[in-house]
């Protein structure tokens, strides 16, 4: 499915400003968080992509993990909506503050993550 194989594109794009520079992503967060569309982005960016990964997750290579992933984003979609715009603009300072470190690791790793993404969806059954 080419949305799902979007996102992992996506996914490798960003992972790829983790790893070259962690402090302009860490910076991005904060600036990004002060934007008053910030909270309901970030709600329906995670719910359309989880319903996407959802109902096209038989059409890729692994639909068990993809379907999974799908079920973890409309999650952390729901969550976000009950925790409110003040408290995910908080998670969001502190995350960024906290994580900066970790920010290259974190970046290799859903690199990885984003290519099986795109392989997964464009070998699928």
Known sequence: MYAIAFFGILMILLSAVM????????NGILKFSR??????????????????????????????VMGAFGYLM???GVGLLLAGPSR????????A???NKTFRL????????????VYGALKGP
């Not at 790893?19 to 860490?26: F, G, K, L, T, Y």
């Not at 934007?35 to 639909?63: D, K, N, W």
């Not at 995910?88 to 995350?95: E, I, L, M, T």
């Open 19 to 26: 790893v070259i520079a962690p402090d302009s992503w860490s």
């Open 35 to 64: 934007m008053t569309y910030f909270h309901g982005f970030e709600i329906v960016s995670r719910l359309f992509f989880g319903a996407i990964f959802i109902a096209f997750s038989e059409q890729t290579l692994y639909p068990a």
């Open 74 to 76: 409309v999650a952390v």
């Open 88 to 95: 995910h603009k908080q998670f969001a300072y502190w995350s």
């Open 97 to 99: 503050k906290k994580f």
């Open 106 to 117: 974190a970046g290799s790793v859903s690199t990885v993550f984003g290519v099986f993404i």
